[in-house]
Nanobody
Framework: QVQLVESGGGLVQAGGSLRLSCAAS????????MGWFRQAPGKVREFVAV???????GYADSVKGRFTISRDNAKNTVYLEMNSLKPEDTAVYYC????????????????WGQGTQVTVSS
């Protein structure tokens, strides 16, 4: 069982930066693949980034080159560094964990946080 708590969201102007954190409970955090997803009002949830248990990363095309996912297993935390933010990045951001595959499919993830709101003004 893993419990996830996101933080770091807020209101930022276009072109600005934010760093999201996702703190995980439990002592087995290092064995989980971790993903970030987001959901804007009226839209379906979409994949943002993933980091495998071995540290290999993957990104959605829409954020590639602007966002960076990382993890600190000693702190049981995964991060999402977001730069050059755009109004279309406005959404609730969720972190998620699963043991089996590091995928872009939300249905593959077993554990989810409650989300943190990111709002980018133009």
């Amino acid at each position: 069982q893993v419990q996830l708590v996101e933080s770091g969201g807020g209101l930022v102007q276009a072109g600005g930066s934010l760093r999201l954190s996702c703190a995980a409970s439990g002592r087995t955090f290092s064995i989980y693949h971790m993903g970030w997803f987001r959901q804007a009002p009226g839209k379906v949830r979409e994949f943002v980034a993933v980091i495998r248990r071995d540290g290999v990363t993957g990104y959605a095309d829409s954020v590639k080159g602007r966002f960076t996912i990382s993890r600190d297993n000693a702190k049981n935390t995964v991060y999402l560094e977001m730069n050059s933010l755009k109004p279309e990045d406005t959404a609730v951001y969720y972190c998620a964990a699963n043991l089996v595959r590091a995928t872009a499919a939300g249905n593959d993830y077993d554990y989810w946080g409650q989300g943190t709101q990111v709002t980018v003004s133009s």
